[in-house]
């Protein structure tokens, strides 16, 4: 093994305290040094960090940004999601192909540049985007990926990459992006002017009871898709029993359609930070946690700084603003691109070191999470509505929204629509109205929450959007006339079959199969029959499946199966000779053909 | 009225499941009561005679042959069975199915330990069927009734199967005939 290996590895592990629950923040910085964690990296990790080379690949392994192979020290990885591909992702992965020479999945002869794709990287309301590295280019057209491989071939430093800067923090000098934050609507609570510190001067103002009671009474509920009461989460994990506790804040925002959380992460750091202290107050944490997706990286130098601030504001630290004995601090876990790492006990496992698998509830983590400990996981939304509720009180903070749904929503817009970005709305608002608002009059269809929620057609769009109602995490994506439901929905499938962790047979197989099905009738070889067999299977797959992706996955089936059958009907017919319209004689013994040099004589042409 | 007709194939299988049909002993004359046998290795009748009642599958898609016997018997029977592992999932014959052709055959001609064939050459000739791409359970070549699993299911299963489906009556099958662990 080479000395620089060696060496390297092992001061990246006493960095992490030769601790084997940071293997994330190893192998990823191994990997960024070495374009490949390989098996020689792996062993010696183990070495040094005194586990089994297993776990070490067990990591490694399940995270795309992270490889055995070698990889070019520039990684472009385009976003291949839904969006992307409507607003034209196609044409641009062909430009960078031909600019690269080089296809999907391979590297540069010269090793120097690697060619992926990548799902959802959060930036649907200015795709096609891609990765380069940690740097994102966005507005992808071909003329724009001529200049940008030519850019990089100069200097093979996506941090060199030539591009105008993005509006608001984006344009500070530590996030230098080129990322815009197109914030379409500003309500009351999250894009207001607000007092920095008024809510957490208030809060240590008060018991922590006391606090947890305030998020009771404002009814703050879950912004990252479940919806699950924000106070009574903190009031189990407070009651729980242990001394040390943790606040993780949920900034993977991986549902296709989600860019909301960047925005904030953006533009609202400090009231993030506010708001997971005063999550730390309540519940008796001293430690918090910043659960950041891969594909945020760009952001993180400017968040420690956020953070190192706030640590010489003695707004985090000890005995904070003089309250004595509360101590809290905020640290950065990296994630490395896994989409089911947003799923909470997905996420603790990520930040323990190990494979992003979910975990078995009960226990929940309330009870035991993190490192076995209580801990509450909160979506960067939510905690950021807390600060806001303390500083101008429940009352004020119910006063909009709906009955079940008390106060704002943001939303992600994107899709078919004139204005793509992030609205802060209210809840309650009807369907028709939102669309009147991004300029989408015409549109066929709205995907409501992601791929896990549902997908819903003119009939829905009276319905309003909240719990009670068309619940979302904040993804809405539209679909213009000309979309192809069946063709979306196969789509989005494909992004499952990729994100399945492959712990349970439902989700990992059956996710497939549904996939191979739509395929099959969008090749037009569809009979009546698999419209069934596309219902009950997906059904089984959410009945039997071990964690929320698999209870949600087939949502994109099922709900175009109820909202456009027609679509699915016209493309299937009934077939009445035996045989299996998929197989395909031709392609079945063509590569024989050309080995035996000769034409088939059973199946003449 | 004359008796129902039955016939069978062995595809890319083993013979095993076809040694299972036998296995059902002297049950096989009150078979022969019940059915006659067309095309079948049993009798050695090579082609259809005539429309058939059941047939029965044994083994995957390995060629185009198989391909041709299998689609002939889909026109011709009214209810198609896969028997047995390789039919319903490709079994063992399926495990080249990760593994390009080409490599398989120089495996088997040329490179394996085993191979003594010193004038290297793989054999080609019209008469041999070429190989498909891969194994192919039966059901992803022509529509399937009913799926037996087993390597090779029982006598019990298929003899029950059988009966169940000339006499019109619900197939009775005991857990131990259908478990397999
Ligand atoms: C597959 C899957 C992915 C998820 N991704 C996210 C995510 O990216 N961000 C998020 O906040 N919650 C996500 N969740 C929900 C979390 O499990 C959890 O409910 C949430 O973070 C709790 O925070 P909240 O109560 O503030 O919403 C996901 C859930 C599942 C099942
Ligand atoms: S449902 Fe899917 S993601 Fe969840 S545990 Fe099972 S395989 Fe993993
Ligand atoms: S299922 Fe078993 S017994 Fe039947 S053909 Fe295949 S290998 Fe032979």
Same mark, same amino acid.
């Given at each position: ?84 591909? +409507? %607003?034209?992702? *196609? $044409?641009?992965? #062909?430009?960078?192909?031909?600019? &690269?020479?080089?296809?999907? =999945?391979?590297?540069? @002869? ?95 103002? +008060? %018991?922590?009871? *006391? $606090?947890?009671? #305030?998020?009771?009474?404002?009814? &703050?509920?879950?912004?990252? =898709?479940?919806?699950? @009461? ?187 629509c004139k204005q793509p970005g992030v609205y802060e709305i209210p809840f309650g608002v009807k369907v028709s109205e939102l669309l009147k608002m991004v300029g989408a009059e015409d549109a066929q269809a709205l995907l409501i929450g992601g791929p896990s929620g549902q997908i819903v057609g003119s009939a829905d769009f009276q319905r309003t959007i909240c719990y009670d109602d068309l619940a979302t995490g904040g993804a809405v994506v539209v679909f213009g006339p000309e979309r192809d439901m069946v063709a979306v929905a196969a789509d989005y499938m494909e992004f499952f079959v990729e994100e399945s962790c492959g712990y349970c047979t439902p989700c990992r197989a059956g996710n497939v199969l549904l996939k191979k099905y739509l395929d099959k009738i969008l090749t037009g070889c569809g009979e009546p029959e698999d419209l069934d067999i596309l219902q009950k299977l997906g059904e089984s797959v959410k009945i039997t499946s ?60 | ?181």
């Amino acid at each position: 093994m080479s000395v620089n290996l060696t060496s390297a590895i092992k001061e990246i592990c006493k960095f992490c305290g030769n601790d084997r629950t940071r293997m994330m923040d190893i192998v990823r910085a191994v990997q960024q040094q070495f374009g490949q964690v390989s098996d020689e990296a792996m062993n010696y990790i183990a070495k040094c960090v005194n586990c089994h080379r297993v776990e070490v690949e067990s990591v490694v392994s399940f995270y795309v940004f992270l490889s055995k192979k070698q990889k070019g020290g520039v990684v472009i990885r385009l976003c291949n999601d839904v969006v992307d591909k +409507m %607003s034209g992702s *196609e $044409v641009v992965a #062909e430009a960078f192909e031909k600019e &690269l020479g080089i296809k999907f =999945g391979q590297t540069t @002869p010269d090793g120097k540049i690697t060619l992926e794709y990548a799902p959802c990287i959060g930036m649907c309301d200015q795709s096609p985007a891609a990765l380069f590295n940690d740097e994102i280019i966005t507005y992808l057209s071909t003329d724009k990926v001529k200049e940008v491989v030519a850019d990089i071939k100069k200097h093979y430093d996506p941090s060199k990459l030539k591009h105008r800067l993005g509006d608001g923090h984006n344009a500070d000098e530590l996030v230098h992006s080129c990322v815009h934050n197109n914030i379409r609507n500003k309500g009351r609570v999250i894009f207001a002017e607000f007092k920095p510190e008024a809510g957490l001067k208030n809060a240590l103002a +008060m %018991s922590s009871v *006391e $606090v947890i009671n #305030e998020v009771k009474n404002a009814r &703050l509920r879950g912004r990252g =898709g479940a919806g699950f @009461p924000t106070g009574m989460k903190w009031q189990f994990t407070r009651g729980a029993a242990g001394e040390k506790k943790y606040i993780i804040c949920n900034a993977d925002e991986g549902e296709p359609g989600t860019f909301k959380d960047r925005v904030l992460l953006t533009e609202r750091a400090d009231m993030l930070f506010e708001g997971m202290t005063i999550g730390g107050y309540a519940i008796g944490a001293d430690e918090g946690i910043l659960y950041l997706r891969g594909e945020y990286a760009y952001l993180r130098k400017f968040l420690e700084k956020v953070l190192a601030d706030r640590r010489s504001r003695n707004l985090l630290g000890k005995d904070i603003l003089g309250k004595k004995g509360f101590n809290f601090d905020v640290r950065i876990q990296m994630g490395a691109g896994a989409y089911i790492c947003g799923e909470e006990t997905s996420l603790i496992s990520s930040c323990e070191g190990l494979r992003g698998d979910p975990k078995t509830r009960p226990p929940f983590p309330a009870q035991k999470g993190y490192l076995g400990k209580p801990t509450s996981v909160n979506n960067v939304e939510t905690l950021c509505c807390v600060p806001r509720v303390l500083e101008m009180g429940a009352a004020w903070f119910v006063e909009v929204g709906s009955a079940g749904s008390p106060s704002t929503k943001l939303l992600s817009v994107s899709g078919d629509c004139k204005q793509p970005g992030v609205y802060e709305i209210p809840f309650g608002v009807k369907v028709s109205e939102l669309l009147k608002m991004v300029g989408a009059e015409d549109a066929q269809a709205l995907l409501i929450g992601g791929p896990s929620g549902q997908i819903v057609g003119s009939a829905d769009f009276q319905r309003t959007i909240c719990y009670d109602d068309l619940a979302t995490g904040g993804a809405v994506v539209v679909f213009g006339p000309e979309r192809d439901m069946v063709a979306v929905a196969a789509d989005y499938m494909e992004f499952f079959v990729e994100e399945s962790c492959g712990y349970c047979t439902p989700c990992r197989a059956g996710n497939v199969l549904l996939k191979k099905y739509l395929d099959k009738i969008l090749t037009g070889c569809g009979e009546p029959e698999d419209l069934d067999i596309l219902q009950k299977l997906g059904e089984s797959v959410k009945i039997t499946s071990r964690c929320g992706l698999g209870q949600t996955s087939p949502n994109p089936v099922l709900t175009t199966l109820k909202n456009f059958r027609k679509s699915y009907e016209t493309k299937v017919k009934k077939t009445t000779n035996g045989m299996q319209p998929t197989f395909d004689i031709r392609k079945a013994v063509k590569g024989a053909e050309t080995i035996a040099k000769r034409d088939s004589v059973i199946f003449v042409k | 009225m004359s008796k129902p007709k039955v016939a069978t194939a062995s595809l890319a299988g083993c013979f095993g499941c076809h040694m299972s049909v036998l296995d059902i002993d002297e049950r096989i004359l009150k078979l022969i009561e019940l059915v006659d046998f067309d095309k079948s290795p049993v009798d050695d009748i090579k082609e259809f005679t005539g429309r058939c009642a059941v047939g029965l599958i044994e083994g995957g898609c390995a060629n185009e042959e198989n391909v041709r016997v299998l689609q002939d018997f889909r026109r011709h029977c009214d209810v198609l069975i896969s028997v047995g592992d390789c039919a319903t999932m490709g079994g063992i014959p399926a495990m080249r199915n990760n593994i390009p052709l080409k490599e398989c055959l120089d495996e088997a001609y040329l490179n394996g330990p085993t191979v003594y064939n010193p004038s290297g050459i793989i054999p080609n000739d019209k008469e041999i069927p070429l190989c498909l791409d891969k194994v192919y359970p039966c059901h992803e070549v022509v529509k399937i009734d009913y799926h037996m699993p087993g390597c090779p299911p029982s006598a019990d299963t298929i003899w029950q199967t059988l009966v169940a489906l000339l006499t019109n009556k619900p197939v009775d099958l005991p857990y131990e005939l259908i478990k397999y662990d």
